[in-house]
């Protein structure tokens, strides 16, 4: 297991992080995705950490609080050092039934975060993530709320999930104005098949110092090699009952259809090959997986073992590439008038 900076912070995080989503769902959506209990989240954590993973990534909504609950009681049950494991959630979504209980403003940050702490059964969050953008709610008072459980201890740090590249840097020109804390993460979905982040968000990323936690980083179980072009679904994989997020289907297929090959003469699953792809992205901090059975969990850590030649990363590529899109290909032409001072970022830069 290789570990990253997170962002412009001191704070090092591995290279997979374990999520948990999956824990503690019982009727409705947070049933289909996954209904683990105590016993089985508490062999997740500890096969994940066993194999040097320390960051956990959970939200206040899933499970409707039962994922935060069962992660803390894991933490618990397992003895886990408190400096030993980076603990990642998020504020956002609907906690109740008051106009009060969603969204960014001070009083549902301020309030997500006590629970959230007394859930996880944590006398301070390491990472704090806002998960979705409130557009009634001023940037400003959210940066200034986050701020404020930075300085009293509640939080190490802050980060952000689901915005876009524009509105990211409006919190941080904040921030930077008037000295707050500022985002040093974006959790963003990013997959082989799924790079449209690539169009605006990476650049910027690159160019301000943060880091990227990477979620759904199967494309919702496409990429797991149990679903092919000619069978739509599979026992066992999430799209059969929770078609999210959105995808081309061709294009995912086409990506499918150029990784199996790699997986075949390498001895490994397609899974594990869409994972490495990510891992070779240097712009990636860490990769959030989740998992229903402990043996979906070892496929996944074992995709840190594989690295891919230039020749596989290419035909990836390929198979993959972004359409052209105003400004981009504007920008690509540009580019090509300037000198030349990019060089090769592959094989991946790890501390």
Known sequence: MHYNKLGRTGLFVSELCLGTMTFGGDTGMWGQIGKLQQDDADRLVGTAMDAGINVIDTADVYAEGRSETITGQALKNLKVPRDNVVIATKVFGATGTGLNTRGNSRTHIIDGVKASLKRLQLDHIDLYQIHGFDPTTPIEETVRA?????????????????????????????????????????????????????????????????????????????????????????????????????????RTYDCIDAMRPIAEQRGVSVAQIALAWLLHQTVVTTVIIGAKRLEQLEDNIAATGVVLTDGEMAVLDQASTLPQEYPGWMLERHRKVLPSTITSTRPRRRL
Request: hydrophobic share 40%; net charge negative; charged share 25%.
């Open 146 to 250: 986050l701020d404020i459980l930075v300085q009293h201890g509640h939080v190490r740090y802050v980060g952000v999930s689901n915005w876009a590249a524009w509105q990211i840097m409006k919190a941080l020109g904040i921030a930077e104005r008037h000295g707050l804390a500022r985002f040093e993460s974006l959790q963003a979905y990013y997959t082989l098949p799924g790079r449209d982040l690539e169009r605006e968000i990476v650049p910027m990323l690159e160019s301000e110092g943060l880091g990227l936690m990477v979620w759904s980083p199967l494309a919702g179980g496409l990429l797991s090699g149990k679903v092919s072009r000619d069978q739509e679904s599979a026992e066992g994989s999430r799209r059969a009952t929770f078609d999210f997020p959105p995808v081309d289907r061709p």
